[in-house]
């Protein structure tokens, strides 16, 4: 029987520990590299993440505002697999989280089919607090748990031709009742340059609020790109392909006037039928400015430099 490794979210409470014990493995974790790595080492660390944290927190990625709250995040979602209405959260339950299996392929050394918990096993895990900006204007600010892209991109190996990278969605039939929508172009593939899977921002996300990642929300793995339009960020990663061609992706299909494969925040460029020059914070009936890159600028602005002749912001 394959053994199951739990993530450190997934202990029950009984194992918590007392907080004043917490303190000093919290410390001792820190060295561990990721919760998982650690094997039957690891027990201090998972039973500090049942006592709440699920890994440490980052602190570079402060995001300079107040957190959504929890149910507002996993209550109003983007999730055409499950429908276009934002109340997908209990269809998406029917998609299964485990076992889960991402595939790297195309233009790599050695293409191969990780299931998640040999991935986890080969990454170290952080968590960090993201601002999250959909291209409809409104936004979130939420922690995720899970490990830089450029890990993956590592894993992989790509080929120096490689270019550009592409996120699969899963398409699941049974389980997903969008797909019945024909005309969209199943299954969901954002993609980027290698640049950008290999910026220090770009993230694969297995948590959520100290939990795993809820179906809704993308579980069990998503791929955040927080300087860009929610749409790149694809849910439910079952393959991530390395390529020399830049991908037509998912909503560039669909309009390609609205959506286009650059897709960077920035108030602006208003959006051909509404602006962008300010957000609705989830949860909360505030409005704030919109920030050039989400407000991301210093982590990624150096990569468009040399970009010319297009609109980096569609
Ligand atoms: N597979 C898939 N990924 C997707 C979407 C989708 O419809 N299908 N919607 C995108 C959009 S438009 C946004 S704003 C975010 C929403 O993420 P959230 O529901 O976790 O807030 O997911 C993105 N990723
Ligand atoms: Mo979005």
Redesign the pocket.
């Known amino acids: 029987m394959p053994i199951h490794i739990r993530r450190g979210w997934e202990l029950p409470d009984s194992a918590a520990t007392p907080e004043h014990l917490v303190i000093g493995r919290r410390k001792a974790a820190l060295g561990l590299g990721s919760i998982l790595a650690a094997g039957a080492l690891a027990r201090p660390a998972l039973a500090q993440n049942a006592a709440g944290m699920a890994a440490m927190r980052n602190p570079r990625f402060d995001a300079g505002r107040a957190l959504t709250p929890e149910k507002d995040?996993t209550t109003?979602?983007?999730?055409?697999?499950f429908g276009t209405s934002k109340s997908v959260s209990s269809m998406a339950q029917r998609l299964p989280q485990q076992p889960w299996t991402v595939k790297l392929d195309g233009m790599v050394e050695s293409p191969q089919e990780l299931g998640l918990d040999d991935l986890l096993k080969k990454v170290s895990l952080e968590e960090r607090v993201l601002r999250?900006r959909?291209?409809?204007a409104w936004a979130?600010t939420v922690p995720w748990t899970g490990f830089p892209m450029s890990a993956l991109v590592k894993l992989a190996s790509p080929l120096s031709s490689a270019k550009y990278v592409v996120f699969e969605?899963a398409a699941d039939r049974s389980t997903m009742p969008g797909l019945r929508q024909s005309w969209y172009p199943w299954p969901?593939k954002?993609g980027c340059t290698i640049a950008e899977a290999g910026n220090e921002l770009c993230f694969m996300a297995v948590g959520l609020y100290g939990k795993p990642v809820p179906a809704?929300?993308?579980g069990p793995i998503?791929v955040l790109f927080p300087w860009k339009?929610?749409?790149?960020?694809?849910?439910?990663i079952t393959r991530i392909t390395f390529t020399d061609q830049r991908p037509v992706s998912?909503w560039e299909k669909l309009q390609a006037s609205e959506y286009g494969f650059w897709a960077n925040v920035n108030p602006q460029v208003p959006h051909p039928r509404w602006s962008q020059a300010s957000e609705r914070l989830l949860g909360s009936d505030e409005r704030v400015p919109t920030k050039l890159f989400n407000g991301y600028a210093d982590f990624v602005a150096s990569m468009y430099t040399d970009v010319k002749g297009e609109n980096l912001y569609l």
């Open positions: 995040a109003y979602n983007n999730y055409y697999e999250h959909c291209v409809e979130m969605t969901y954002e809704q929300n993308g998503r339009y929610g749409f790149k960020s694809g849910k439910a998912f």
